[in-house]
């Protein structure tokens, strides 16, 4: 799961990062409003926690152009204020939910969950396709009996696919989703962990679950 940090305040930033990495997110934060708003217009979060108060343009502001330009990822408003008509103005926008500083690991880790849940089958940290689970807190890819660790980029392509699947993705959607906005993966990076995976699953005898990948990746 690729996750999206606008928070001004720096060291807020840093411990939510810290928080996320340790459960198998992945993390992006930035640190202002202007940032934040073209970062989430690509479209490439499953989730996104959005300060309120930021420099350049408002959390407010920012989930208010989002929602009119059609993107539908899970937002979490984070606000230093604990005032009601804060909580109401963000859920009427189109927030999902929100949180007030300071809030603990296991309250962000549980609100996190239960956005994602929304949108896919997860139970706890298993996500499951067919009869292969998905492990986030481990990385271990299992089927019945068998079970295999997982690199955490095999991890983060193989999530992508299961949570994606029947549809189908551009390569560099892929690639964004799983390496990240600052073009540290490629077509012939894809093409390796796509190999990876495929050996593994061929391991687990889940064939079913053999995605093509002419053109752009059927999932
Ligand atoms: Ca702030």
Redesign the pocket.
């Known amino acids: 799961m690729r996750v999206l940090i606008v ?3 720096k060291e ?1 930033a840093d411990g939510i990062t810290g928080i996320l990495k340790d459960e198998g997110y992945v993390i992006d934060a930035v640190y202002d409003g202007e940032e934040g708003l073209s970062y989430i217009l690509s479209g490439v979060y499953d989730l996104i926690l959005l ?5 350049g343009i408002s ?1 407010f502001d920012i989930v208010k152009k989002v929602r009119s330009e059609g993107i539908d990822t899970q937002v979490i408003m ?1 606000t ?1 204020k604990s005032q009601i008509e804060d909580k109401i103005q963000g859920l009427d926008l189109g927030a999902d939910d929100y949180l007030t500083k300071p809030f603990d690991a296991g309250e962000l880790l549980a609100r996190i969950r239960a956005r994602i849940r929304n949108t896919t089958d997860i139970k706890g940290n298993i996500l499951s396709t067919y009869d292969i689970e998905l492990d986030a807190s481990t990385f271990r890819l299992k089927q019945g009996a068998r079970a295999i660790k997982l690199s955490k980029t095999e991890y983060q392509l193989l999530e992508c696919l299961m949570v994606n699947k029947g549809q189908i993705l551009p390569r560099d959607t892929i690639i964004t989703k799983v390496w990240g906005v600052d073009d540290s993966g490629d077509y012939n990076s894809l093409e390796v962990y796509i190999s990876f995976l495929r050996k593994k699953l061929k391991f687990m005898k889940r064939i079913g679950f053999l995605f093509k990948t002419v053109g752009n990746i059927r999932c």
């Open positions: 928070e001004d305040e807020i300060d309120v108060m930021l420099p959390g984070l230093a």
